[in-house]
């Protein structure tokens, strides 16, 4: 078996993601998407940006055959090139209890040659990994101690130094006496798992994790069909560690839990809330909240409500898309206007858009979903120069649907994202596909070959999201009303 970075990357983010990887049926994997590929088109990007100016080797082999690539590599390492670009190591595992077939395979992106005794003579070679990220997280930090190891086993020592090269920024050193024992752990804990345990690990559904993995479905499916906690919104990994030394494994337990039980280790509201949400799962019903609701004005329906959404491109921090949905419930009609930026420098004259359309209504309630809408106000301010006096009634007007939404009910859905309380509630997107990385990768494709196809996905896309956040709020508002005038 090969161990590699990728493996072992794949580790440290999910155990069962790295024993799918090696025992998995592959047919099971969810095809690439087109964030996939565009984040391969960054990575790329940014490769070709490091490299310009550089004079480097690439080992020459066919694809997968990492024999023939180790022997190209270790020519080019005889030879003391400067830079080798996607050199190729491998090294047996020199522990006698592990299996003959163990190797480590180790791909750096970079071997740069500096002075220093190796089995080459008076020069040794430091790796360097190139990573789309923008901080040296500790998970970067091991795949390149893992590509330092390797790399010592085969040029005989240790290099004196690694480095991570990340975007908009310098050259990252890496501590390698501080990382090397953690690497070394976490190695031994995934050959651990790999080699011994010989079912899948438990699946466990974490939205910030699995976003991106291609075992999501299979993943999924496996935890819907076992009614898996973590499918319960606010069960994260620790805390279903504790709930499951419990034994509160399933919606059934956690439902008719005694929240005494679960304190001191879980705070008593968030304990209380967990079984209030297994409860509703349970139930398939809305709980409201034993505390009374917010007061009608937290909450306003108002003859004129705008409704608010952002398309944005981080990578480059812009937020291109300011739409706003204008309800008139008077006239009764409902008008989109996508302030779109076409190109990156046209934010401003969107910005500037926006802030004319909301003027025009000085009394009506800007309803949104989340935070984000109202950070970038604030940063488009700051950006532009807009007088604090004229933004400061803007936010005023600001209600955020999602914090009405957890403060009020609760819900047997997944997650308290848009798209699941708006689907529950029965809305649609036009394009059911589409979601904000799916548009981050039109606007790009949009301001690489100029098709307005891409530009029309985003713009449909984001008048659902403000269509959707306004059923969520109408249906709250009713949900509340009703329930003041039929208290239990």
């Known amino acids: 078996m090969l161990l590699t970075a990728e493996l072992l990357l794949s580790y440290q983010r999910c155990e069962r993601r790295a024993f799918l990887d090696v025992y998995g049926d592959p047919a099971q994997l969810d095809p690439f998407g087109d964030f996939h590929l565009k984040l391969q088109q960054d990575r790329f990007a940014h490769e070709r940006t490091v490299l310009a100016g550089k004079n480097y080797y690439r080992p020459e082999y066919r694809r997968g055959d990492w024999q023939a690539g180790d022997l190209a590599t270790l020519e080019l390492m005889q030879q003391g090139v400067e830079v080798i670009y ?89 501590n390698l006496p501080k990382i090397m024992p953690k690497m070394r752990d976490v190695v031994n804990e995934c050959i651990a798992l790999l080699l011994q345990q010989q079912e899948e690990p438990e699946v466990f559904i974490s939205r910030q994790r699995c976003n991106l993995c291609r075992w999501y479905s299979h993943c999924y499916t496996k935890a819907k069909f076992e009614q898996h906690l973590s499918l319960i919104p606010g069960v994260s990994p620790s805390r279903y560690s504790y709930l499951r030394s419990l034994n509160l494994t399933t919606v059934e337990s956690l439902a008719s839990a005694n929240v005494d039980l679960l304190e001191p280790t879980i705070e008593r509201d968030i304990a209380i809330q967990l079984v209030r949400q297994a409860q509703s799962v349970l139930q398939n019903q809305v709980i409201l909240s034993e505390t009374p609701p917010f007061p009608a004005e937290a909450l306003p329906t108002a003859p004129i409500e705008l409704y608010f959404d952002i398309e944005a491109e981080p990578d480059i921090h812009l937020d291109y898309l300011l739409g706003v949905l204008v309800v008139d419930r008077t006239a009764k009609t409902e008008t989109f206007y996508p302030f779109l930026a076409e190109q990156p420098e046209d934010e401003k004259l969107i910005w500037k858009q926006f802030l004319e359309l909301v003027l025009q209504y000085p009394e009506a309630p800007i309803f949104h979903f989340c935070e984000y809408e109202v950070d970038t106000v604030k940063r488009l301010a700051k950006c532009y120069k807009t007088p604090y006096d004229q933004i400061e009634p803007i936010l005023a007007r600001f209600v955020d649907i999602h914090e009405r939404v957890k403060q009020a009910v609760t819900l047997p859905v997944q997650s308290y994202a848009l798209k699941h309380i708006a689907r529950w509630l029965g809305f649609e997107w036009q394009n059911p596909k589409a979601n904000g990385q799916l548009c981050i990768y039109w606007y790009d494709q949009w301001l690489k070959v100029s098709d307005r196809n891409y530009l029309d996905a985003i713009v449909r896309y984001n008048e659902d999201d403000c269509r959707a956040t306004l059923v969520v709020k109408d249906w709250l508002v009713n949900f509340i009303k009703d329930a003041r005038q039929n208290p239990a």
């Open 86 to 174: 996607q050199g190729v190591l491998l090294s047996e595992m020199a522990d006698e209890e592990a299996p003959d077939a163990l190797t480590f395979l180790s791909c750096p992106d970079l071997l740069v040659k500096q002075p220093g005794e190796s089995i080459f003579g008076d020069w040794c070679y430091v790796p360097y990994q190139i990573e789309l990220g923008r901080r040296p997280k500790q998970d970067y930090q091991i795949i390149v101690a893992f590509h330092a190891f390797v790399l010592g086993m085969v040029q005989g020592i240790l290099p004196p130094t690694a480095w991570l090269v990340l975007r908009d920024r310098a050259p990252y050193q890496v």
